[in-house]
């Protein structure tokens, strides 16, 4: 069965500090797709990034970074030198191939408090 | 392109009453998906449409739940009978399948619904 785990409930830091956000995740799929997704205070998912399970690269977008490794399921998301407009919550979701209806299967979310 | 829309944004209710909701997705996407978010907690999979075709359905959605997609461009949620326990963030996404590959799921702004 497909499961995400976020452990991280709530995290808060001093602007300009770098954060790490964990995701772990779980699924016997060979083929999957991986999410990060913020949600700020209005309430809308706003996508971030997308990974496919074969590409394993590291991937750099401005502050934000994201690292995939199979080898311990997981797929953290760290922002560099924070701003106070990151704050909000985050959530990992996978996506499994094999289901036809690619739904995705969120976390319970990490919510960010960047303290200016 | 304006967009995934949803509306209304903010519905409050009695229990009892029936409710619908409404979202436009991106224009030219041809899958359709319903979520549901409660506190705390990450977007649950509640149903999605490929066009006008309701593809499948979560065991989340109870009988009283109904959603459409007539001619596979907007789609409404109906929730006849509400209940406390229906009161969450509904948040509409679409996407764009071809051959089997999955795209990105992109989220409107939800509709927050309360039942009193």
């Known amino acids: 069965a497909q499961k995400v785990t976020q452990a991280q409930t709530e995290i808060s830091v001093v602007e300009k500090e770098d954060v790490t956000l964990d995701c772990v995740y779980e699924?016997?799929?060979?083929?999957?797709?991986l999410f990060w997704y913020k949600q700020p205070p209005s309430g809308e998912l706003v996508f971030l990034i997308r990974r496919n399970s074969f590409d394993e690269q590291n991937e750099i977008s401005g502050r934000y970074s994201w690292n995939f490794q199979k080898s311990t399921s997981s797929f953290n998301f760290t922002i560099t030198a924070s701003q106070v407009v990151d704050s909000a919550v985050y959530f990992c979701a996978l996506s499994e191939a094999q289901t036809g209806a690619n739904n995705l299967f969120f976390g319970t979310g990490t919510r960010l408090t960047v303290i200016p | 392109d304006t967009g995934v829309s949803q509306d209304p944004r903010h519905k409050i209710t009695k229990r009892g009453q029936n409710v619908t909701f409404r979202c436009d997705p991106i224009s030219e996407h041809n899958r359709l998906y319903w979520y549901r978010q409660t506190l705390g907690q990450g977007p649950e999979f509640l149903t999605y449409f490929q066009n006008e075709a309701q593809l499948e359905k979560s065991r989340l959605l109870s009988n009283r739940f109904s959603a459409e997609r007539p001619k596979g461009s907007f789609s409404t949620l109906e929730i006849q009978r509400t209940e406390q326990g229906d009161s969450a963030m509904y948040l509409c996404?679409?996407?764009?399948?071809?051959?089997?590959?999955?795209?990105?799921?992109?989220f409107g702004p939800g509709t927050r619904l309360l039942v009193l």
């Open positions: 996404a679409s996407s764009s399948i071809s051959g089997g590959q999955q795209e990105t799921q992109y």
């Open positions: 699924t016997r799929d060979t083929t999957y797709y």
